[in-house]
């Protein structure tokens, strides 16, 4: 069966997460996207994990669905037809591990998936004398990452371990300022356990073939989404038996007939992706950081280094090598913010949104608007501006001013006057 997966996003019991986080509407957005498989979240989270358990049943293949699935209150929501079957649920959650190691603050971040209750329960039984699970969605515990694997390892060892977002600066495996130079630098013994890695929205699979100790690791994209319209915008494309065993063994065997692709940001839209001081509106190359001696020339204080920097570091291939063998991935922009610029709007203002569930009503889900349909019928839908939006996409042509110390990067698929400022930003033509 093919599908699309998005393994990790938050409920409205995380730090900065919309309320409308919760289940039905959840299932009710992937289905607009047309996600299949979508991430619980947060299952250590008691209230949440009580509203799981109180929502959701088992199918008897490791996956969930609704019980009885609510009417939706959203305007765009209410009249969109839904079923239980359309959308499946994975038993998931991120944690947040900060501790010390080797004299040096570490701060990482993991998604941990679960096949069924009893796992989730074992897994909460233990950290909940760890920690104060309690006070957030993603909780933050004051243990080696390499324990908790342990940990998992011994209690559920069917449960996937997902280092998460691997590169980002502050909370990842590799981050700049938190990480480490290595896989087993982190989790040692217990290396063995972990066989996928989550590259995060500023970094694509591309990047990540750049270091050849990663290539025995299946890598998988995920939208980390704090508000249900932002589920999908990363996302793993599997043909597989539905189920949590043939889910695990796509990405064990990384085989590409069921491992079929990864969904992804153009990585220089990611937060992190070039260095930076937000503050100063200062962006730079990892070339012009070193230049700079890694101190911002506004303020003087030290730059956030970004993601294609710390790839740099760390690569031992030069860009652009040959690997065929690997899963193939395809650079997207979400719907909306094609619509938006095709329209000179922003991509949350009603008239947007409008548009956007006019399409979708039309033509039946995000992805294969932005994947599958002919542009020749996405043509016939006015305004035509949206259908060479999407073409142009689909070509990689963007011009796009990179991410930086926690600001997107801006995407722009048509030409238009801009100041001289922002013109030198777009550094990057595909």
């Given at each position: 069966?093919?599908?699309?997966a998005?393994?990790?996003?938050?409920?409205?019991f995380?730090r900065?997460?919309?309320?409308?986080?919760?289940?039905?509407t959840?299932?009710?957005?992937?289905?607009?996207?047309?996600i299949?498989?979508l991430?619980?979240?947060?299952?250590t989270?008691?209230?949440?994990?009580?509203l799981i358990?109180e929502?959701?049943?088992p199918?008897g293949?490791?996956f969930f669905?609704l019980?009885?699935?609510?009417p939706?209150?959203?305007e765009y929501?209410?009249?969109?037809?839904f079923?239980?079957?359309?959308?499946?649920?994975?038993l998931?959650t991120?944690i947040?591990?900060?501790?010390?190691?080797?004299?040096?603050?570490?701060?990482?971040?993991?998604?941990?998936?679960?096949?069924?209750?009893?796992?989730?329960?074992?897994?909460?039984?233990?950290l909940s004398g760890?920690?104060?699970v309690?006070s957030?969605?993603?909780p933050?515990?004051?243990?080696?990452?390499?324990?908790?694997?342990?940990?998992?390892?011994?209690?559920?060892p069917?449960?996937?371990v997902i280092?998460s977002?691997?590169w980002t600066?502050w909370f990842?495996?590799?981050?700049?300022?938190?990480?480490?130079d290595?896989?087993?630098?982190?989790?040692?013994?217990?290396t063995p356990f972990?066989?996928?890695?989550?590259?995060?929205?500023?970094?694509?699979?591309?990047m990540?073939?750049?270091?050849?100790?990663?290539?025995k690791?299946?890598?998988?994209s995920n939208?980390?989404?704090?508000?249900?319209s932002?589920?999908?915008?990363?996302?793993?494309?599997?043909?597989t038996?539905?189920?949590f065993?043939?889910?695990v063994d796509?990405?064990?065997?990384?085989?590409p007939?069921?491992f079929?692709?990864?969904?992804e940001?153009?990585?220089?839209?990611?937060?992190?992706?070039?260095?930076?001081h937000r503050k100063c509106?200062i962006?730079?190359?990892?070339?012009?950081t070193?230049q700079?001696?890694y101190?911002?020339?506004?303020?003087g204080k030290?730059?956030?280094?970004?993601?294609?920097?710390?790839?740099e570091e760390?690569?031992?291939r030069?860009?652009?090598?040959?690997l065929s063998?690997?899963?193939?991935?395809?650079?997207?922009?979400?719907?909306?913010?094609?619509?938006a610029?095709?329209v000179?709007?922003?991509?949350d203002?009603k008239?947007?949104?409008d548009?956007y569930f006019?399409?979708?009503?039309?033509?039946?889900s995000?992805?294969?608007?932005?994947?599958?349909?002919?542009?020749?019928e996405?043509?016939r839908f006015?305004?035509?501006?949206i259908s060479?939006?999407?073409?142009?996409?689909?070509?990689?042509?963007?011009?796009?001013?990179?991410?930086h110390?926690?600001c997107y990067?801006k995407i722009?698929?048509?030409e238009?006057?801009?100041?001289?400022?922002?013109?030198e930003?777009?550094l990057k033509?595909f």
């Open positions: 069966m093919k599908y699309i998005d393994l990790h996003i938050h409920s409205k995380s900065a997460t919309s309320r409308e986080m919760t289940l039905d959840l299932a009710h957005w992937a289905k607009v996207k047309g299949s498989l991430a619980t979240s947060d299952f989270h008691p209230e949440w994990l009580f358990k929502k959701l049943e199918k293949n490791g669905r019980k009885n699935p609510l939706q209150d959203n929501l209410k009249n969109f037809s079923s239980p079957e359309d959308v499946s649920f994975i998931s991120e947040s591990f900060i501790y010390s190691k080797k004299e040096k603050v570490r701060k990482i971040h993991i998604v941990l998936l679960a096949p069924d209750f009893e796992s989730v329960d074992k897994i909460n039984n233990k760890l920690g104060n309690r957030d969605g993603r933050i515990l004051g243990m080696d990452a390499k324990k908790f694997v342990k940990i998992v390892a011994e209690l559920c069917e449960c996937v280092p977002h691997i600066p990842s495996l590799f981050g700049a300022n938190s990480g480490f290595s896989i087993e630098e982190c989790f040692e013994e217990m972990i066989f996928a890695l989550e590259t995060g929205l500023s970094s694509d699979p591309a990540n073939w750049r270091l050849s100790s990663l290539d690791y299946a890598l998988v939208s980390d989404a704090h508000s249900p932002k589920i999908g915008r990363e996302a793993n494309v599997f043909d038996e539905f189920s065993k043939g889910l796509a990405l064990k065997s990384k085989d007939e069921k079929r692709s990864t969904i940001f153009y990585p220089e839209e990611g937060k992190y992706h070039y260095d930076g509106g962006i730079l190359s990892p070339k012009e070193i700079h001696k101190i911002c020339p506004q303020c030290k730059v956030t280094v970004g993601v294609l920097h710390r790839v760390l690569a031992d030069e860009e652009g090598s040959n063998s690997r899963i193939p991935f395809k650079n997207l922009i979400p719907l909306s913010e094609v619509i610029e095709a000179q709007k922003s991509a203002c008239s947007v949104r548009i006019r399409l979708i009503h039309e033509f039946g995000e992805h294969k608007i932005l994947t599958e349909l002919p542009i020749s996405l043509s006015n305004p035509e501006k060479a939006g999407v073409e142009r996409m689909r070509n990689g042509e963007v011009k796009i001013v990179p991410g110390d926690g990067g722009s698929l048509f238009k006057e801009t100041d001289t400022e922002e013109a930003g777009q033509l």
